[in-house]
């Protein structure tokens, strides 16, 4: 699945493939082909931050999944399912998160599923942050970071990473939120990889101009326009909230106006419940 192997191509590429995969899927009896061709489907809308039609598209795969008794697709597309619910990148449907990370977790332990179970176990842990349980989030999280070290899943360590990064920064802790952003960074770094790398960037400057840095625009800028290119966007709203928090730290409120613009018109697109709430607030 794109969202385990290379989510890079996910947004750029994944709708030109899944129609060639639709196509192929018509003439062969195989629901696994029609599942797979439905998540990669799912992932391309996920990665142009259009939360709906992804969940639409991964409810189908998980029904060819179970077809044909593919634990590990389904596991997945739950998983895929409740990232898609949450308020930093999705609809902010948080009961649906719960329900169906719970059962993709569920399944994932019953089939030793044990490259399932990172994601799933980061997501569940960063509703906790978001329902004001920071304690167990905190907790969680770090359990989990360990785990994939011992594993050597070096993607979910980053992801791991940032949303410990994200929980410290909802607490003011700021300098500390630096230096996990800092650390997904460097494992980023070390590994040759970009995944998830401007949500890591974008982040870890919001964290430094909470500090007083008045040096992070470029970096945020570079993250943006990353994601812009390479259709990342999951990735956006963090990338324009930075923008408008910096240019509103500096007094510039035409830009800031401008960021805000951006981010309540792509929020409004993919119907991002909570994004538009706090652009709303914001405003």
Known sequence: MLWLHDHQSAGRDGHRFVQVELITGAHVERSGQYGNAFHGRG??????????????????SIAFAK??????????????IGWASLGSMGLGDYPRAIT?????????????????????RIARDHIRHCLGQFGEA?????????????LHLVRYQMMACNMLGHLLLDLSLDAQATAAFDCGLAIANQANMTYWTPLLHANRAIARVRQGAPDVESELVSALE?????????FLPRCYEGLAELQWRRGDTARCIHYVDQLLSLAEQGNLREVRARTAMAG
């Not at 989990?144 to 011992?150: D, G, H, M, P, V």
């Not at 990353?226 to 990342?232: A, G, V």
């Open 100 to 120: 169906h990370l719970d059962a993709g977790l569920a399944i994932a332990r019953a089939a030793d599923l044990a490259w399932h179970i990172g994601p799933l």
């Open 138 to 150: 905190w907790q969680g999280l770090n359990e989990t970071l360990k785990r994939l070290e011992e």
């Open 67 to 80: 077809a044909i008794g593919d634990k590990s697709c389904e596991s997945e597309n739950l998983m895929m």
């Open 226 to 234: 990353h994601s812009l290119t390479n259709r990342e966007g999951w």
């Open 43 to 60: 992932e391309a809308y996920f990665a142009d931050a259009k939360p709906e039609p992804a969940i639409d598209c991964f409810t189908r």
